[in-house]
C-alpha cells in the first residue's frame, strides 16, 4: 500500500526514486517483524515466570490474571480458555474477570455448538457472582441468537436472578417483552398461536406491575388495555390490588437498597443485609403483601441453588478454609450420603491445603468425628479402621506441619476413644507415651489432666495411680496448680496419712517454686515496660561530663539515691535487648553497672518455659559458645522461614528475633544451639540466603568487642578478585562453570549488597597457587556477556588509619571518626571547626618557643578549648 501511494505522489519522478522507497519500505517491515518476535519472546518469558510462580503457590489471584492477560497478548486462544478454566475451577472469579471471558466469547461464538458453551458459561458466571452487567450482556446475547425458543429460555433463568431486582428488575422484564411483542408481530389474527402469544404478552405486563419494581407503574396503561381486550374488569381490579400493594412495598424496601448502593464496608453491608431480611420477613407475614414476590433476596437464593450449591459456591470462594468444607460434610451426612462420598468431599478439600496448621487440624477433627459417628464398635474391622484413619491424621499433621504438630489435639482425641469406646485402656495409653515425645508435650499440664482423669475412672491399682501423679507433677512446668489439685483430691478421698502428707509437701514445694517463678517472670516484665517511662532518669553524656568534674557532688548524688531507694533496692538499670546471657561491662561513661551471666542464671525468668530439665543447669560459657548470632535479615523477616533454614545445621533449643534493628540494616537474631558443633556448621554457611537476602551468621560474643574482619587482608596467591562481573552471572554455578577449568577450586565468594543484589564482584580461590596464575592469565580481559571481566591476584588495600586531630565542639571520644555529635558543634563556626595550617602551638596562653608576641590563630583557640 505504501508503495502504490509513493507512484502517486511521485508519478513525475524518476524510477530509481521509487525504488529507494521500496527498500526502506522493506527495511521498515524487517525492523517491525524484529520487534514483534522481540516482544513475543518477552511476552514467553513473562508466561513461562508466571507458571512457576503458580506452581508454588497456586492460590495467587493476580498471578492468574497477569498469566491470562499475558496469553490474549500472544493470541493463544486455546492457552487463555484453559487458563481461564484453572483458575475457575480453583476459586470463584470477580464479575470483573467473568465480564471480560464473556465479552470474547461472545465475539467468538457462531456455531450451535458454541450456543450451548455461552449458555454454560452465563450458568457459572451467575454462580459465581451476582452482577448486573453479566446479567444484562446475558440477555443481549439470548436476543442474539435468533431463535425466539432458545432467547425465551434463557431469559427465563435471567428472571429468575434478577426479575424481582426492584432497581433492575424492570431493565429484563421490558427485554422479555420485547421479544414477546416481536414474536407478535409476525403472526396474522387468524393464526391459532396469535392469542397465546397475546397471553405471553400480557403475563409480561402483569409481572411487572406486580412486583415491587422501580418504574413499575410505566407499564399499568399497557396493561389495562390489553387486559380489558383478553379478560374482563374483575381480572384488572384483582392486578390493581396486587399493583397497590407492590408500589407499598416498594416504598418499605427501598431505603435498604438505597444504603446497599452507596455502601462500601462489608461489615456495614452485612449489617444492613441483615436488617434488611428481617423487614422481608415481617412484611411477607401480612396478608396485604403475600401477592407480592417476597423480596428479590429470597426470590434468589431459592432459585440460584439449595444448600448444597451454596455451599460449593462457598468452598470455591474459600478453598483453603475448614469451615465451608466441614458444612459440606455435615450437610452430606445430614442427606445419609454414603461413606465414599463424604470421604471424598474430605479427599478434595485436604488436597486444596489448608492455609494454617489450625485450619488443617480442624478439617481433620471434622473428619475424624463423623468416622467416629459411622463406627460399629462392636465391629473390629470399623475399629481397626478408626485406628487407621487417627494414625493417618497424626502423621499427616505431623509431615505437613512439622514441629506446629507437635501439640495436637488428634492423639488426645484417640486416646479418649481408646479409654472410653474401645475398651482398650493400654493402648491408650501408649498413644500418651508418645504424645510425650514430641516438643513440649511432656510439660504441658492438658495432656497430664487428661491422661490422670482417664486412668482414675479406669480403676487399677492405686499405687500405680499415685506413681503416675508424682510423675504427672515433676515434668508439668506450665500450670502444676492443676495436677497439684487432682493428686490432693485422689489422696483426700481414697490415700493413708502417710500418702498424705507426701503429696502435701510435694505438692506445696512444686507449688512454691512455681509461684516464685511466675513472680520473677511477671517483675520482668513490668521493669521492661516501665523501663521507657525512665529516660529522664537516665545519666545522659553531657551529664556524665559535668559530674566527672565534680567527685564530690557525684559522690553525694549517688549516696541520696541509695537513701530514696533503700540500701541494695536494686536501682540498677538493665538492658533490654535480645541477647543471650548478656555479660558486657559499661564504659566509663556509662551510668549503671550490668549484671553478669551468673545474676542472669539465677532469674528463672530467663530460662526457656518450654526446654527438658536436665538443660535448666547449663553454664554460661556453654551457652554463650552454643549461641550463634545472625544479621542481615528482612525487616520483616519470616521467623518460621528463618527456624526452618537455622535448623538445618542443629538442634535448635532457643531462637529470639529482633525485628527492624536500623543500626543492623534489619532484623537480627540469637539462636541457641544444643552444642557448639551446631555453631561451627552453621558458620560454615555464612552468607547463605534466606528470602533472596543473604544471612550475616558469626559467633555471639557475651563482651561485645569490636568483630574482626573474617577474611585475609594481605595477599593470598591462590586467590583472584574479579571485578565487571555481568549480574546474571552472579552465582557459584555460573562462576564454578567459567573458571573450574583452570584448576580445582576451593571456595567462591560473591560480593553483595546488603539486600542480596550482587555488586558485580566476586573472589575465586583455588587450591593452589599454580591453578590461580593460569585462571589469571587465561580470564583477565575475558568477554563474559556484554562484559570484560577484570581479574587480579586478591590483596586488599590496607585501610587509612583515621585522623586523631580533634575539631572544636567535637568530643575526644568522637575524634576517631564515629558518628556520634554533640550540640556545642551546631553552634561554633566552620572556620573554628576546621583545622588551622598554622603550625604555631600554645601552651596556657604563653609562648613555648620563645617568639615574641603575636596574634593567636583559629588552632590556638581550639587548643586552649580543648584543654
Not at 399499568?220 to 390490588?241: G, I, P
Request: aromatic share 8%.
Amino acid at each position: 500500500m505504501a508503495i502504490v501511494e509513493d507512484e502517486v505522489r511521485n508519478d513525475s519522478e524518476e524510477e530509481n526514486e521509487i525504488e529507494v522507497y521500496v527498500e526502506e519500505d522493506d527495511a521498515d517491515q524487517d525492523s517491525d517483524d524484529s520487534e514483534i518476535d522481540d516482544d513475543d519472546e518477552l511476552l514467553e518469558r513473562k508466561v513461562a515466570e508466571l507458571e512457576g510462580r503458580i506452581n508454588e503457590d497456586p492460590y495467587n489471584y493476580d498471578d492468574h490474571i497477569d498469566l491470562i492477560q499475558t496469553l490474549w497478548s500472544l493470541s493463544e486462544l486455546d492457552k487463555w480458555r484453559a487458563a481461564f478454566d484453572r483458575l475457575q475451577q480453583m476459586t470463584i472469579l470477580r464479575p470483573e474477570h467473568w465480564l471480560l471471558r464473556l465479552q470474547t466469547e461472545e465475539t467468538l461464538a457462531h456455531s450451535e455448538q458454541s450456543h450451548d458453551f455461552m449458555a454454560y458459561l452465563f450458568q457459572q458466571a451467575s454462580l459465581d457472582c451476582y452482577s448486573i452487567p453479566i446479567l444484562s450482556l446475558w440477555c443481549s446475547w439470548a436476543m442474539s441468537t435468533g431463535a425466539p425458543d432458545v432467547a425465551r429460555a434463557q431469559l427465563s433463568e435471567v428472571l429468575k436472578l434478577a426479575g424481582s431486582n426492584p432497581f433492575s428488575g424492570k431493565l429484563f422484564w421490558d427485554t422479555r417483552l420485547e421479544l414477546e411483542k416481536t414474536e407478535l408481530e409476525t403472526l396474522s389474527e387468524d393464526e391459532e398461536n396469535y392469542k397465546a402469544q397475546n397471553e405471553r404478552v400480557l403475563w409480561c405486563l402483569e409481572e411487572m406491575v406486580s412486583r415491587p419494581l422501580l418504574r413499575g407503574e410505566e407499564a399499568w396503561q399497557q396493561f389495562n388495555e390489553l387486559a380489558l381486550t383478553l379478560h374482563d374488569q374483575k381480572y384488572v381490579d384483582k392486578v390493581k390490588k396486587q399493583h397497590d400493594a407492590a408500589v407499598d412495598y416498594l416504598q418499605k424496601i427501598t431505603p435498604y437498597e438505597d444504603k446497599l448502593l452507596t455502601t462500601e464496608s462489608p461489615e456495614e453491608k452485612c449489617k444492613i443485609y441483615q436488617e434488611y431480611i428481617q423487614v422481608v420477613d415481617e412484611l411477607s407475614q401480612q396478608e396485604k403483601y403475600s401477592e407480592c414476590d417476597s423480596s428479590r433476596i429470597l426470590m434468589e437464593s431459592a432459585s440460584r441453588a439449595t444448600i448444597r450449591r451454596v455451599l460449593d459456591a462457598c468452598v470455591r470462594r474459600c478453598p483453603r478454609k475448614h469451615t465451608f468444607w466441614t458444612l459440606k460434610m455435615q450437610q452430606a451426612e445430614h442427606e445419609e450420603k454414603d461413606f465414599d462420598e463424604v470421604k471424598s468431599i474430605f479427599e478434595t478439600a485436604l488436597s486444596k491445603g489448608m492455609e494454617t496448621y489450625q485450619q488443617g487440624e480442624s478439617l481433620w477433627m471434622s473428619y475424624l468425628e463423623y468416622c467416629r459417628r459411622q463406627t460399629n464398635f462392636d465391629s473390629e474391622s470399623d475399629v481397626e479402621r478408626l485406628r487407621r484413619t487417627f494414625r493417618l491424621a497424626w502423621d499427616s499433621l505431623a509431615e505437613a506441619w512439622g514441629d506446629e504438630a507437635n501439640d495436637c489435639e488428634v492423639p488426645l482425641f484417640w486416646a479418649q476413644l481408646e479409654y472410653k469406646r474401645m475398651n482398650d485402656p493400654k493402648q491408650g495409653k501408649e498413644i500418651f507415651e508418645e504424645i510425650f515425645k514430641y516438643g513440649e508435650n511432656k510439660s504441658m499440664s492438658k495432656y497430664w489432666e487428661a491422661l490422670l482423669q482417664l486412668e482414675s475412672t479406669r480403676g487399677g491399682s492405686e499405687q500405680k495411680l499415685r506413681e503416675l501423679h508424682r510423675r504427672a507433677l515433676q515434668c508439668v512446668r506450665d500450670y502444676p496448680p492443676a495436677v497439684a489439685r487432682m493428686w490432693r483430691e485422689l489422696e483426700r478421698t481414697r490415700g493413708p496419712l502417710p500418702a498424705a502428707r507426701a503429696c502435701a509437701q510435694l505438692c506445696d514445694a512444686k507449688l512454691k517454686e512455681w509461684r516464685e517463678n511466675y513472680q520473677a517472670m511477671k517483675d520482668k516484665m513490668m521493669g521492661s515496660k516501665q523501663k521507657s517511662k525512665q529516660g529522664q532518669g537516665k545519666k545522659t553524656k553531657s551529664d556524665t561530663k559535668v559530674k566527672s568534674r565534680d567527685n564530690k557532688d557525684l559522690k553525694g548524688k549517688r549516696k541520696s539515691v541509695e537513701e530514696e531507694h533503700g540500701e541494695g533496692s536494686g536501682v540498677k538499670r538493665k538492658k533490654c535487648d535480645m541477647e543471650v546471657g548478656d555479660g558486657t561491662k559499661e564504659s566509663d561513661t556509662g551510668g549503671g553497672v550490668k549484671r553478669s551471666h551468673e545474676q542472669d542464671d539465677e532469674d528463672p525468668d530467663t530460662k526457656r518455659q518450654r526446654r527438658d530439665s536436665s538443660s535448666s543447669s547449663s553454664q554460661p560459657a556453654s551457652r554463650e559458645a552454643c549461641t550463634l548470632f545472625v544479621s542481615n535479615l528482612e525487616f520483616k523477616v519470616n521467623e518460621q522461614h528463618l527456624r526452618d533454614k537455622l535448623s538445618e545445621f542443629g538442634n535448635i533449643v532457643s531462637m529470639r528475633v529482633k525485628a527492624g534493628v536500623k543500626a543492623f540494616g534489619g532484623s537480627i537474631c540469637y539462636c541457641q544451639y544444643k552444642t557448639p558443633d551446631s555453631v561451627e556448621e552453621a558458620l560454615k554457611h555464612d552468607r547463605t540466603p534466606l528470602d533472596g537476602r543473604p544471612m550475616f551468621l558469626s559467633r555471639y560474643s557475651a563482651n561485645k568487642s569490636k568483630s574482626s574482619f573474617k577474611y585475609a587482608t594481605t595477599v593470598e596467591r591462590n586467590k583472584l578478585f574479579v571485578k565487571n562481573l555481568p549480574y546474571d552471572q552472579c552465582t557459584k554455578d555460573a562462576l564454578t562453570k567459567t573458571f573450574d577449568k583452570y584448576g580445582s577450586l576451593k571456595d567462591i565468594r560473591i560480593v553483595t549488597f546488603k539486600d542480596g543484589k550482587p555488586k558485580g564482584l566476586a573472589y575465586i580461590e583455588y587450591e593452589n597457587e599454580e591453578s590461580a596464575a593460569k585462571a589469571l592469565k587465561e580470564t583477565d580481559g575475558l568477554q563474559l556477556g556484554d562484559r570484560k571481566l577484570q581479574v587480579a591476584i586478591s590483596e586488599p588495600p590496607p585501610k587509612a588509619a583515621p585522623t586523631s586531630t580533634p575539631t572544636l565542639g567535637q568530643s575526644k571520644r568522637d575524634s576517631g571518626g564515629g558518628m556520634r555529635r554533640t550540640q556545642l558543634s551546631s553552634f561554633i563556626p566552620s572556620v573554628l571547626q576546621k583545622p588551622s595550617t598554622s603550625k604555631s602551638s600554645v601552651a596556657n596562653g604563653s609562648h613555648a618557643n620563645g617568639e615574641e608576641n603575636r596574634p593567636l590563630s583559629n588552632t590556638d583557640f581550639r587548643n586552649m578549648l580543648l584543654k
